[in-house]
């Protein structure tokens, strides 16, 4: 199953155009994180997997812009070509190891003649040191290709925590803070 991870962030990678990949909390030991480390967990999930006009969530310091260049990696929310962990949703759990700080998610379109008026779709959330922190599922309701897509945030964490239990070695989920993020109120409607 690391192999599988480390193969989609790479993918992914290349196929967003993000340089770096992040590490994961497969490439850490979670029981002795360093005073640098925190690790994010989330999912995102979406009503329907979508070959064209794809989706994104980004994630970014919370002072930062809603722009590529000012982010931290990209995740996909409804990509039909990778497939869902799960058999009876379409859903795919991250983890992603970041420094301590503040940050939100910002939505992307894959397809270039679209961008978002109001991009950001979480509230900002704090990560402290050595924290492991799972925030919910996101999730979209549509393709963005008109750019009518609504986000949600759903706790999820039984099934998104039980997944990195029994994909993570030494993992305590009880070590895990849940606190679910909030979604933030923002234009569904796409710009050409």
């Not at 994180?33 to 919370?62: D, W």
């Not at 812009?65 to 929310?77: R, W």
């Not at 803070?177 to 710009?191: G, S």
Request: net charge negative.
């Amino acid at each position: 199953m690391k192999t599988k991870a480390l193969f989609i962030g790479t993918a992914l990678s290349v196929l967003t155009g993000c340089a770096t990949t992040l590490p994961t909390v497969y490439d850490v030991d979670v029981n002795n994180l360093e005073e640098n480390q925190s690790v994010l967990i989330f999912s995102a999930g979406a009503y329907e997997a979508c070959k064209i006009n794809t989706v994104q969530v980004v994630i970014k310091k919370a002072e930062d812009p809603a722009v590529f260049a000012d982010s931290i990696g990209v995740y996909q929310l409804n990509n039909g070509y990778i497939d869902s962990f799960f058999e009876s949703e379409y859903a795919l759990v991250y983890s992603t190891v970041l420094e301590p700080g503040t940050y939100d998610f910002w939505l992307s379109n894959t397809n270039p003649f679209f961008s978002y008026d109001e991009p950001m779709i979480t509230e900002s959330f704090t990560l402290k040191p050595k924290e492991i922190k799972y925030i919910g599922e996101i999730y979209g309701d549509r393709c963005g290709g008109n750019g009518d897509i609504t986000i949600t945030v759903h706790d999820k964490n039984e099934r998104d925590l039980n997944y990195i239990e029994n994909n993570v070695a030494d993992i305590d989920i009880n070590t895990i803070v849940v606190e679910p993020v909030k979604a933030t109120l923002r234009d569904n409607k796409a710009t050409e």
